[in-house]
């Protein structure tokens, strides 16, 4: 297969790698190319974190880290360079204050949020679990915030700056290059990088390979939740919970190599990501401040913190973070009533998102409801 992307991107990536189907109810043929990076992908998962965690985790963190940040760094400053990217810049820098009232973009901005700094995962928890008990979690927390924003807005650059010389090389508005993050991910981006006045094989070598890195040390963390999870609660063996899961993970997952498989993986992600995430942000919320009581957990981080928090931490964890995740989810589920997401048909949303996400929602109480198999001592 040529896997060149020609003169019309969205041709090639939709159609001939794709395969796309008319909607997710044609599921169509399995794509061999997907199917084996699907497979590749779920290989290097079980292999890194069948390891465990310092031969596993913590080397592949050490190694893909600084080759993201390296990576970005590369296509930032490269990309400034482009012609029209000045006016790239401009409107990646300008503000759109008016978008602000718009509730939807209150629900986007916190479902990425938590994903990127993988809240609602367990991945913050199962990672602290490895930390001494001691740590500095004020310090942490802030860290890994900064960072997790700098770096966010930083990769930035090079997205708007690459547009922004697609524009001005092809003529068109900002705005209708911009297409949705698969597009502009796989079609836009592509297609600036091939109008490149030198060395484009290299700059699209740089940039699928930070989007691979980026994606890799992501599903890593993920798997990683859950495993250490299941090796707690059942005392399972690592190399058996990881095997397990990365068999089953492949399985359920073959049908996104179909045809009709960006249909499938865009509806679960929306249930999943901006519904499931909130969801469980709410009541981690609630558990925190008001099972478990807020302002225990501020002694005990205060305690073993250089930097203390003030009561401000109690009210937003019990009633501003709990509160408008709860206003806006509620708000996004009566627009997604009158108006599926998407222009996808009622069944579908059914079928395909909603029970999906009611699913991995059971599947995960009942899990939690299991008696713990040994006892963890808290100091």
């Given at each position: 297969m040529n896997l060149a992307w020609g003169d019309d991107p969205n041709d090639f990536f939709f159609k001939k790698f794709l395969g796309l189907t008319s909607g997710p109810q044609e599921i169509g043929n399995i794509r061999s190319s997907i199917l084996f990076s699907l497979a590749l992908v779920w290989f290097l998962n079980w292999f890194i974190v069948f390891r465990g965690i310092e031969k596993g985790i913590e080397r592949a963190n050490k190694i893909f880290m600084p080759l993201l940040f390296f990576l970005t760094a590369i296509l930032v400053f490269w990309s400034l360079r482009l012609p029209g990217a000045l006016e790239g810049i401009k409107i990646y820098l300008k503000p759109d204050f008016s978008a602000l009232a718009r509730p939807g973009v209150w629900v986007d901005a916190f479902s990425q949020i938590f994903f990127t700094l993988s809240l609602g995962f367990g991945i913050m928890i199962a990672y602290a679990s490895y930390l001494p008990r001691k740590s500095d979690i004020v310090h942490n927390a802030y860290t890994i915030s900064?960072?997790?924003?700098?770096?966010?807005?930083?990769?930035?650059?090079?997205?708007?700056?690459?547009?922004?010389?697609?524009?001005?090389?092809?003529?068109?508005?900002?705005?209708?290059?911009?297409?949705?993050?698969?597009?502009?991910?796989?079609?836009?981006?592509?297609?600036?990088?091939?109008?490149?006045?030198?060395?484009?094989?290299?700059?699209?070598?740089?940039?699928?390979?930070?989007?691979?890195?980026?994606?890799?040390?992501?599903?890593?963390?993920?798997?990683?939740?859950?495993?250490?999870?299941?090796?707690?609660?059942?005392?399972?063996?690592?190399?058996?919970?990881?095997?397990?899961?990365?068999?089953?993970?492949?399985?359920?997952?073959?049908?996104?190599?179909?045809?009709?498989?960006?249909?499938?993986?865009?509806?679960?992600?929306?249930?999943?990501?901006?519904?499931?995430?909130?969801?469980?942000?709410?009541?981690?919320?609630?558990?925190?401040?008001?099972?478990?009581?807020?302002?225990?957990?501020r002694d005990h981080i205060n305690h073993i913190s250089v930097l203390n928090i003030g009561r401000w931490w109690d009210i937003s964890v019990r009633y501003v973070v709990p509160g408008v995740l709860l206003l806006l989810l509620v708000n996004d589920i009566v627009h997604e009533v009158s108006h599926p997401y998407g222009g996808y048909s009622w069944i579908t949303i059914i079928l395909v998102g909603r029970d999906w996400l009611i699913y991995t929602l059971f599947a995960a109480f009942i899990v939690a409801m299991r008696p713990w198999k040994k006892t963890l001592h808290i100091e």
């Open positions: 900064f960072l997790n924003c700098f770096y966010s807005f930083f990769a930035g650059f090079a997205v708007f700056s690459t547009i922004g010389y697609m524009a001005h090389h092809t003529g068109a508005k900002f705005q209708e290059v911009i297409r949705e993050s698969i597009g502009l991910a796989f079609v836009a981006y592509p297609k600036s990088i091939s109008l490149l006045p030198f060395l484009p094989q290299l700059f699209g070598i740089l940039f699928f390979t930070t989007l691979f890195v980026a994606g890799l040390s992501s599903s890593i963390s993920i798997i990683e939740a859950f495993t250490s999870a299941v090796m707690d609660k059942f005392s399972w063996e690592r190399e058996n919970v990881v095997t397990v899961l990365s068999i089953l993970g492949f399985s359920g997952s073959i049908i996104f190599a179909t045809g009709g498989g960006l249909y499938w993986i865009d509806i679960v992600d929306h249930f999943l990501s901006h519904y499931g995430l909130v969801m469980v942000g709410i009541l981690e919320a609630v558990a925190v401040a008001w099972i478990y009581k807020a302002h225990r957990v």
